[in-house]
């Protein structure tokens, strides 16, 4: 597999991250979320699944030719596999990371190929034919010969787990997981941070003799967060269909204590109304944001917290400076000052029915009332 390099080849701010980390980086967003990954364990970067196997992942960055016929880099790789893994029982991939992109040789190429002992055979022919007095002397001979000295069936399960990835840019496999659906500008922020997460977490665990073990489905939900965080829209979507008259008028009929609260202060019936119909939007916004993984996490929860002390301290203010108001007419005043409110939510604007639609909410739940006795009056 092979990736050509882009515009963004010159990582630029990303220079600071290690080979081993951008590749950590890739593998936890790419993997099953009940996978783990590793970093400088098994391998320079490793997986292990949920069913016990793992994947095995060397990396290259070279300005020669890793996979040349008579590479050091490709033959101390496959020795150390066949040194450390052999037979491969629990592993089902053997990778082959190479950045920038090079060619492969003749070998590499065929041993990426081979899938039958036939295939296999041909190849170490082929190596032995080649192995001339002067390369038996090189550096490369002993790792090759660790090769052509294994069991058949090893060379075998060697070929057929074998893969090579090449990338023209390291930062691609990232990228391409988030570049289609945020600006370019985004695209950076999420790709420094995801990188940033990636290099803290295993860091961590190895400082402190650990395994630089992470669970991919965590470290993708850390990643969301921060993209919903950061790439939400200016306005929350209200576009849903409008609610059904005959629904509104059955929630009122019903006379939900919300209701039961606007009736202590002699709200008239079309005030009623409109607090059915935002009360009900302002519900189905909330589901559809929950379901569509917009809202963020404790979010609500502030949001809440939020209306319930602007609600105190407009009951705090009245209560000084409109102490002659009776009861009633100091509810109703409290009830339009929460109305005018302007709030806002994870940062973003909304819309006014969705705020009144929740201080309805809360009235609700008797969390808060509009007239001062209401706990009383409504027990």
Not at 160 to 172: K, L, N, T, W, Y
Not at 329 to 350: F, H, I, N, T
Request: contains cysteine; glycine residues 6%; hydrophobic residues 40%.
């Amino acid at each position: 597999m092979s990736t050509k390099a882009t515009k963004h080849s010159a990582p630029g701010p990303y220079l600071g991250y290690g080979l081993q980390t951008v590749r950590l980086c890739a593998r936890l967003l790419n993997e099953p979320p009940d996978s783990t990954v590793f970093v400088e364990h098994d391998d320079d970067v490793s997986v292990l699944y949920s069913d016990g196997t793992k994947l095995l992942e060397q990396t290259k960055r070279v300005k020669s030719n890793p996979l040349s016929d008579w590479s050091v880099d490709l033959w101390k790789t496959i020795h150390n596999w066949l040194e450390d893994h052999a037979p491969f029982d629990v592993v089902s991939k053997l990778c082959l990371y190479i950045t920038p992109d090079h060619e492969p040789g003749e070998f590499a190429r065929a041993l990426a190929k081979a899938s039958s002992a036939q295939d296999v055979a041909e190849l170490v022919t082929r190596i032995k034919s080649q192995l001339t007095s002067a390369k038996k002397k090189s550096k490369v001979y002993p790792f090759v010969s660790r090769f052509l000295s294994a069991e058949a069936d090893e060379q075998l399960s060697l070929a057929a787990r074998f893969e090579i990835v090449r990338e023209g840019d390291p930062f691609s496999t990232i990228r391409l997981r988030y570049e289609a659906a945020v600006s370019p500008l985004l695209l950076e922020r999420i790709i420094s941070f995801a990188l940033g997460e990636a290099k803290v977490k295993s860091d961590r665990l190895l400082e402190m003799g650990k395994p630089g073990a992470i669970n991919a489905g965590e470290f993708k939900d850390t990643v969301r967060r921060f993209v919903q965080e950061i790439n939400l829209p200016a306005y929350f979507n209200f576009d849903s269909p409008p609610i059904d008259p005959a629904e509104i008028d059955m929630e009122f009929v019903s006379r939900p204590t919300f209701v039961r609260q606007l009736e202590l202060i002699e709200a008239s019936k079309p005030q009623q109304l409109q607090a059915i119909n935002d009360y009900l939007r302002a519900i189905s916004s909330k589901t559809r944001w929950g379901e569509e993984g917009i809202l963020l996490p404790g979010s609500l929860d502030e949001w809440e917290s939020g209306l319930l002390q602007r609600h105190s301290a407009i009951c705090d203010s009245l209560e000084v400076l409109h102490s002659s108001l009776n009861d009633v007419s100091r509810g109703k005043a409290v009830y339009a000052e929460c109305r005018k409110l302007e709030m806002s939510l994870q940062g973003k604007s909304v819309p006014g029915h969705f705020t009144h639609g929740c201080f309805n909410e809360l009235s609700g739940t008797m969390k808060l009332g509009w007239h001062p006795a209401y706990l009383s009056l409504l027990e």
